[in-house]
């Protein structure tokens, strides 16, 4: 059974960093792309940033040149560091990993930035 194991997020000021981090367990395998997702009170879920095995990314335009994903495929892990956040980046960011026609998702962490 494969879950994913969010950590990192919290409450942080505007202008400040964050770490999240994403580990799956239950599988041997890797996943052909991991990445982030979030989802704000009243809006649908959006991709963040998503990373495939071979390397290539892919960031929201509201993150690119602030937020960078990493992965350690042969752990099956994913990280997001977040910064310069801003209020509009409050949200429950949700872990997604993908292997063939497999989809799972994490428990999601809140992430709160304060003006």
């Known amino acids: 059974q494969v879950q994913l194991v969010e950590s990192g997020g919290g409450l942080v000021q505007a202008g400040g960093s964050l770490r999240l981090s994403c580990a799956a367990t239950?599988?041997?395998?890797?996943?052909?792309?991991m990445g982030w997702y979030r989802q704000a009170p009243g809006k649908q879920r959006e991709l963040v940033a998503v990373?495939?095995?071979?390397?290539?990314?892919e960031y929201a335009d509201a993150v690119k040149g602030r937020f960078t994903i990493a992965r350690d495929v042969g752990k099956n892990t994913v990280y997001l560091q977040m910064n310069s956040l801003k209020p509009e980046d409050t949200a429950v960011y949700y872990c997604n990993a993908v292997r063939a026609t497999n989809v799972y998702w994490g428990q999601g962490t809140q992430v709160t930035v304060s003006s």
């Open positions: 990373r495939s095995s071979g390397g290539i990314t």
């Open positions: 239950g599988s041997t395998f890797s996943f052909n792309t």
